[in-house]
C-alpha cells in the first residue's frame, strides 16, 4: 500500500527504517514537538516504539506511514493512523525531520494520510498537540481538524481535534471544513 502526493510517498513502516527513525528521534526538537520533552529518544526507545507499531495490524486504515521525498528519495518523517491506547478512537500522529519542516510536508502527508482512513471506512478521527506547538495545532486546522477540547497535563495543555465523515447519498465523503 503506497500513497503518492504531488511531493511525497508515503508507504507503511519496516522493520528496515529503524536506522531513518533513530535519526528522526534523536533531535530534541522532534521529541519536544512529539512528547513535550526535549529528550532526545536512544536507539533501544526508537526501536521498541517501531517494534510496537509493527505489532499492530496495519488494516482498516490504521497505518504508519514512513514519508519520502517523491523526486529525491529523502527520508522526512513519518505520519500515520493509530488506534488511541486509552480509548477506541483513531489517532492522527506524525513527526518530521527538522529539514523538512516549514514546507507544507506535514500537511500534505496528514491530508493524505486521512483520506487514506476515512477512504478504508473510518468514520472518525482524532488527533491532539500541545497549545505551545503552533506549527502542528495549524497543520492540524490546515487537514481539516475541528478543536473539541483541552486538558492540562504534566508536559503542557493538550489541545484535543476530531475529524468525523459524514455519508451523502451512501457515499462516504470526509468533511474538510469546520
Ligand atoms: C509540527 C510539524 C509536524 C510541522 O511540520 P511542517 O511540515 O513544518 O508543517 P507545515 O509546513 O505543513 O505547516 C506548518 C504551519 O505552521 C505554521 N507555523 C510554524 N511554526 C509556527 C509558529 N511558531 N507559530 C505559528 N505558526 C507556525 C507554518 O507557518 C505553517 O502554517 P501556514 O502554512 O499557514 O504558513 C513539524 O514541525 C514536526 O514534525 N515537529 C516535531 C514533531 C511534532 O511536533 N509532531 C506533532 C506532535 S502533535
Given amino acids: 500500500m503506497t500513497i503518492l502526493t504531488p511531493r511525497l510517498q508515503l508507504r507503511p513502516l ?3 527504517d529503524l536506522d531513518d527513525l533513530v535519526e528522526l528521534y534523536a533531535d530534541r526538537e522532534v521529541m519536544r514537538g512529539s ?26 486504515g490504521w497505518a504508519t506511514f514512513r514519508v519520502d521525498d517523491r523526486s529525491t528519495g529523502t527520508f522526512l518523517g513519518r505520519c500515520g493512523l493509530r488506534r488511541d491506547d486509552s480509548s ?24 493524505a494520510v486521512v483520506r487514506h482512513g476515512f477512504a478504508a471506512g473510518l468514520t472518525r478521527v482524532v488527533a491532539c498537540a500541545l497549545a505551545e506547538n503552533a506549527a502542528s495545532l495549524r ?9 473539541v477540547r483541552e486538558e492540562p497535563t504534566e508536559v503542557g495543555v493538550l489541545v484535543y481535534h476530531e475529524m468525523v465523515a459524514i455519508r451523502h447519498s451512501g457515499r462516504r465523503t470526509v468533511q474538510l471544513d469546520q
Fill in 14 to 16: 519496516v522493520a528496515a
Fill in 35 to 60: 512528547s513535550g520533552v526535549a529528550t532526545p529518544r536512544d536507539r533501544a526507545a526508537s526501536e521498541g516504539w517501531l517494534t510496537q507499531t509493527l505489532a499492530v495490524p496495519m488494516t482498516g
Fill in 88 to 111: 477506541t478512537d483513531t489517532e492522527l500522529a506524525y513527526a518530521f525531520a527538522r529539514h523538512a519542516w516549514g514546507r507544507g510536508i506535514a500537511t500534505e502527508a496528514a491530508t
Fill in 139 to 147: 497543520v492540524l486546522e490546515k487537514v481539516g481538524m475541528r478543536r
